[in-house]
């Protein structure tokens, strides 16, 4: 008897601590690499299916390049019984959500779960899914999230925002209490907020991944299925500074495989690599061709998304259809670099990348990505043709950088940026929008007029602290004011008036840096501050 609790004992502290290792994972989890149902099957789903396609994931090589998640994505529920236990279409699922996620799990495999933050699901409103009425998770988060991660042993979970939208349902609320009751279960489980937009800044620590963009459209041969990826890559270039380890910009489900061109696939592909964004497949995985697979087990394009640094690319070019985009590898300051240099024309054009406008001094060892190839070194512009709707895509070793001098507006931090309640954005919040007169064709409005209302440059990077010259660059055609916060001290800014709304007039100020990281804020509490197309600062004043 002694003997028995003595392991009893053992097992609950074993048990005990795996929890507590569960919960607080240590390293980010890089973007999620796997498969989804919806895109292809929408709710035509069962057992059969979900199998099918684990299988596919396996046997066709994807899971060696690291696709790992296979996600039921709607199209299971059956209501829930008296006691308020999810019920499960058990015709298509006749032996439950246990066996599944334990098949998933005997292929090497993650098993993903879907709900609803509301209580109807996207199913039952859009999709003649009854039994989905009453299967969201309001009232229902700890006994569901038990239900899915405890007993079932699910490993992540996407929550839909139909139900919340009808019910009119504070998003900030409703996503805080179903990652409360997820942690409430020990599990270290994934989790994606599908709220459709960019939900605001509070989810950028509390998930796993966000969908900033409306659904990608799925409907196979469509012509607008390149115009919607475009429309995805557009919304996502001002969100790379809400992006961080283990937290990304979802872009939706990848449309590879489902009826665009070759190359539209490539650049598909590419871009939501490229861009950090989770990487879900939506096709069948069953019936992919080589020229799918061949792209899809890319593992010089995959490493771009599954980099340690967890970056996002910035837009550093974008004009007659061409965008180029760029990031670093490894580290903010790495010598390291990646770019994908998009044509958006009906015809191959030539494009080309100045070395200078990624800081790199003198030469660079240059490398396709797609080609599988080493260019050799060049020393200040690289140039390639691209096909139409294609896209090149290059890595940059650099023998010699300067620092970033330059921050955009456009790049920093907007604390109350895209603010939602029920899909309308809240006015008066500090937000991107176009301007041709701005060095990044794009300018910040609407900052202050309340506290929490600022703008925040976060990885300004100086090798040596000291003094340094700091040129604030606006637009206003009134008198505003502005602070300016630079590791924690104030800096006062009074009538701030370029002379006309299309002017931009500069402000000087000397600062005290930091050696490493500073954060730089620009504020208003009581007004709004003009409207800021950048900062400058000579931080390469010692670079010889």
Known sequence: MKKIVVVLVVSILMGNALIAQNKSSKTPRPPLMG???????????????????????????????GFQYVNIDDGFFNKRYADGTLKIDSIKFPKGMKELADYIHSKGLKAGFYSEAGENTCGSQYSGQPGGVGGGLYGHD????????????????????????????DEQTRYTAIRKAIDNTGRDVNFNVCRWQFPGTWVTKLADSWRMSNDINFVPGSKAKWKSVIDIINLNKYLAQYASPGHYNDMDMLEVGRGMSFEEDKSHFTMWCILSSPLALGC?????????????????????????????????????????????????????FVVAMLNLKKRPAELKLRLKDLNIVGKAAVRDLWAHADFGTIDSVFSATVPSHGVSAIKINAQKTKLKEVFEAEYAWMNNFNLTVNTQVLPEQAKPVADALCSGKTKVINIGKRPDNYIEFQDVFANVAGNYSLELFYLSNEDRDATIRVN???????????GASKQIAKETISVTLNKGYNTIRISNDKAFAPEIDKIRINLNRNTK
């Open 284 to 336: 069948d995985m069953t019936k992919m061709s080589n020229e799918t697979k061949t792209i899809l087990t890319n593992k010089e394009i995959i490493a771009l998304n599954q980099d340690v640094a967890g970056l996002q690319a910035h837009l550093i070019y974008e004009g007659d259809s061409v965008q180029i985009w760029a990031k670093n590898l490894k580290d903010r300051q790495s010598k390291e």
């Open 35 to 65: 498969w989804a149902s919806w895109n292809q099957f929408g709710p035509k789903i069962d057992e059969g299916v979900i199998k099918g396609q684990a299988d596919a994931m396996v046997s066709s090589g994807l899971a060696a390049v």
């Open 142 to 169: 700890q006994q569901d999230a038990d239900l899915f991660f405890k007993t079932w042993g699910f490993d992540f979970l996407k929550v839909d925002y139909c139900g919340g939208r009808v019910q009119k349902l």
């Open 488 to 498: 924690g001290k104030n800096f006062h800014l009074t009538k701030l008036n370029s």
